[in-house]
């Protein structure tokens, strides 16, 4: 499995020059190459390959006065946010066609220097290199400080460096690690995911969002609104958006750590861990939005996803029309729907119910259903096809997947 490692950078003020430059002629290439296929596609000619497209937005734009400064930056910058271009354009084909499932996939957007996020990627043969003195050597931009709050665990096929809003610097590897699998356990458990408790697990155990990150998401939301009471263009709007990036930076940082504390110690506990698949982005534009972005479902979802699989344990997503909450966990009776102020309840069977802990409990039975029903019981886990590293194209990162403890945007 492959996984992001982020650590912290401290490029000088040279360095971040260079960096800018970096930035800026990896945008270029991305942008002249959308520009290209789109012409192309106007004019009714056939689509640009990867190869071709190679060849006229570096090769050949590098020997022209107009483009020759992408000369002044390594080469497989530009051909990696080329390689971002044709995933994009490959993820929004595959979409279009359905044979990518899930939420559509828009056609490749433009990217602009006002965007909150810059990155670059150096690959493997871009000879970027972790140096004895711990520094983290880039062509043609130098050697860099990082902060290592943890040891790589082998040698990193690539590295992005990622500039966030708030002007932080990151640099993030990818990883190959291998499985470490864990004594195996008897439990298995059900997790519902809320409003009223961030999680239920079918043991009854509840889990409320902790007090500093309710807090901290206070305090973003009295910023936020702050922001949007200054003036357009004004020097006291551009400072309130670097506070609204930064504490917005800070409660992201803040809940990833906290998640992944809940997640890696629900998979050490439970040999299977089951899910309801929220259909997040459909509630995300409900009147429920907001609290959904905050608790962040599909993030810590996809943590216990990974760690299962890394671990050695079973996991499974129940499917979302389910009705989890209106079944009755002891005698399997449908019951009538229920108003959401309602937190607990009686079954007709004598079963006296908290809502929450029997949503759980249906969804444990359900994912242990299915698994049976696949046969997949007997393999440990669903390990989820190894991704390509996540790239800089928005989309990509957001498949990105932090390691424990260390954070990035
Ligand atoms: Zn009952």
Same mark, same amino acid.
């Given at each position: $499995?492959?996984?992001?490692?982020?650590?912290?950078?401290?490029?000088?003020?040279?360095?971040?020059?260079?960096?800018?430059?970096?930035?800026?002629?990896?945008?270029?290439?991305?942008?002249?190459?959308?520009?290209?296929?789109?012409?192309a596609r106007?004019?009714?000619?056939p689509?640009v390959?990867?190869?071709?497209?190679?060849?006229?937005?570096?090769?050949?734009?590098?020997?022209?006065p107009?483009?020759?400064?992408?000369?002044?930056?390594?080469?497989?910058?530009l051909?990696?946010?080329?390689?971002? +271009?044709?995933?994009?354009?490959?993820?929004?084909?595959?979409?279009?066609?359905?044979?990518?499932?899930?939420?559509?996939?828009?056609?490749?957007?433009?990217?602009?220097?006002?965007?909150?996020?810059?990155?670059?990627?150096?690959?493997?043969?871009?000879?970027?290199?972790?140096?004895?003195?711990?520094r983290?050597?880039?062509?043609?931009?130098?050697?860099?400080?990082?902060?290592?709050?943890?040891?790589?665990?082998?040698?990193?096929?690539?590295?992005?460096?990622?500039?966030?809003a708030?002007?932080?610097?990151?640099?993030?590897?990818?990883?190959?690690?291998?499985?470490?699998?864990?004594?195996?356990?008897?439990?298995?458990?059900?997790?519902?995911?809320?409003?009223?408790?961030?999680?239920? *697990?079918?043991?009854?155990t509840?889990v409320?969002?902790?007090?500093?990150?309710?807090?901290?998401?206070?305090?973003?939301?009295?910023?936020?609104q702050?922001?949007?009471?200054?003036?357009?263009?004004?020097?006291?709007?551009?400072?309130? &958006?670097?506070?609204?990036?930064?504490?917005?930076?800070?409660?992201?940082?803040?809940?990833?750590?906290?998640?992944?504390k +809940?997640?890696?110690?629900?998979?050490?506990?439970n040999?299977?861990?089951?899910?309801?698949?929220?259909?997040?982005?459909?509630?995300?534009?409900?009147?429920?939005?907001?609290?959904?972005?905050?608790?962040?479902?599909?993030?810590?979802?996809? $943590?216990?996803?990974?760690?299962?699989?890394?671990?050695g344990?079973?996991?499974?997503?129940?499917?979302?029309?389910?009705?989890?909450?209106?079944?009755?966990s002891d005698?399997?009776?449908?019951?009538?729907? $229920?108003?959401?102020?309602?937190?607990?309840w009686?079954?007709?069977?004598?079963?006296?119910?908290?809502?929450?802990?029997?949503?759980?409990?249906?969804?444990?039975?359900?994912?242990?259903?299915?698994?049976?029903?696949?046969?997949?019981? &007997?393999?440990?886990? *669903?390990?989820?096809?190894?991704?390509?590293?996540?790239g800089?194209?928005?989309?990509?990162?957001?498949?990105?997947?932090?390691?424990?403890?260390?954070? &990035?945007?």
């Amino acid at each position: $499995m492959r996984l992001r490692f982020n650590f912290r950078v401290y490029p000088t003020p040279g360095q971040q020059i260079e960096l800018a430059r970096a930035f800026g002629c990896a945008r270029v290439v991305f942008n002249d190459g959308l520009r290209l296929r789109q012409e192309a596609r106007e004019q009714g000619l056939p689509y640009v390959s990867d190869a071709e497209l190679s060849k006229r937005i570096i090769t050949l734009a590098k020997a022209t006065p107009e483009r020759a400064w992408l000369g002044e930056v390594s080469s497989v910058v530009l051909q990696q946010a080329l390689a971002d +271009l044709n995933t994009a354009y490959r993820n929004f084909f595959a979409s279009v066609s359905g044979k990518r499932r899930g939420r559509k996939v828009a056609p490749p957007r433009y990217r602009s220097r006002k965007d909150n996020r810059q990155a670059i990627r150096f690959t493997k043969n871009s000879r970027f290199k972790v140096l004895g003195n711990g520094r983290l050597r880039l062509p043609k931009i130098g050697d860099l400080a990082v902060r290592w709050s943890r040891a790589l665990p082998s040698t990193p096929s690539s590295v992005a460096i990622i500039k966030d809003a708030t002007g932080r610097y990151f640099a993030s590897f990818v990883v190959q690690v291998t499985d470490e699998l864990l004594p195996p356990v008897e439990s298995e458990v059900g997790v519902d995911l809320g409003l009223t408790h961030f999680a239920v *697990l079918s043991d009854g155990t509840k889990v409320a969002a902790p007090k500093f990150l309710r807090r901290a998401a206070r305090k973003l939301k009295r910023l936020q609104q702050a922001l949007a009471r200054k003036q357009r263009g004004s020097q006291n709007r551009k400072k309130a &958006v670097v506070k609204v990036a930064r504490a917005h930076a800070r409660v992201a940082d803040t809940r990833r750590d906290w998640q992944h504390k +809940l997640s890696t110690q629900i998979i050490r506990e439970n040999q299977a861990v089951y899910v309801e698949d929220l259909c997040v982005t459909g509630l995300g534009r409900t009147r429920l939005a907001k609290s959904v972005h905050d608790a962040g479902w599909a993030g810590f979802t996809g $943590m216990l996803e990974y760690k299962a699989a890394r671990y050695g344990r079973a996991f499974g997503r129940v499917d979302r029309f389910f009705p989890s909450t209106r079944i009755c966990s002891d005698c399997g009776r449908n019951n009538e729907k $229920m108003a959401l102020n309602v937190r607990t309840w009686d079954c007709p069977c004598g079963s006296h119910h908290d809502r929450d802990v029997n949503a759980a409990r249906n969804v444990r039975a359900a994912g242990q259903a299915d698994l049976n029903a696949r046969g997949a019981h &007997v393999r440990p886990g *669903l390990v989820p096809a190894a991704r390509n590293e996540a790239g800089t194209h928005p989309d990509a990162a957001r498949s990105a997947r932090s390691v424990e403890g260390i954070s &990035v945007r």
